[in-house]
């Protein structure tokens, strides 16, 4: 089993950054990628940044360029800095992990870019 506990989320306006924070917990040790999702009112769940085996991240053509998916092995952590954020950018953000077959989902964070 694995615990993930989101924080960052909030109120920006058009242009602003915000750092979401991902914190896992539990059997960390057979984590085999680690990443973020988000899901806007009315839509599907898309990817938005992932790390697979903590070497290669992949980014979703939309966020490429402004978003960037960090970790700290020591605190079993990833984060997202989003820059240059936009109001398409508001959603609630899901950390996910994967370990073997099974993925572990975070409680999600809201996220709001808005003048």
């Known amino acids: 089993q694995v615990q993930l506990v989101e924080s960052g989320g909030g109120l920006v306006q058009p242009g602003g950054s915000l750092r979401l924070s991902c914190a896992a917990s539990?059997?960390?040790?057979?984590?085999?990628?680690m990443g973020w999702y988000r899901q806007a009112p009315g839509k599907q769940r898309e990817l938005v940044a992932q790390?697979?085996?903590?070497?290669?991240?992949n980014y979703a053509d939309s966020v490429k360029g402004r978003f960037t998916l960090s970790r700290n092995s020591a605190k079993n952590a990833v984060y997202l800095q989003m820059n240059s954020l936009k109001p398409e950018d508001t959603a609630v953000y899901y950390c996910?992990?994967?370990?073997?077959?099974?993925?572990?989902w975070g409680q999600g964070t809201q996220v709001t870019v808005s003048s």
């Open positions: 996910k992990a994967d370990v073997g077959p099974d993925a572990y």
């Open positions: 539990g059997s960390i040790f057979g984590i085999n990628a």
């Open positions: 790390t697979i085996n903590f070497r290669s991240t």
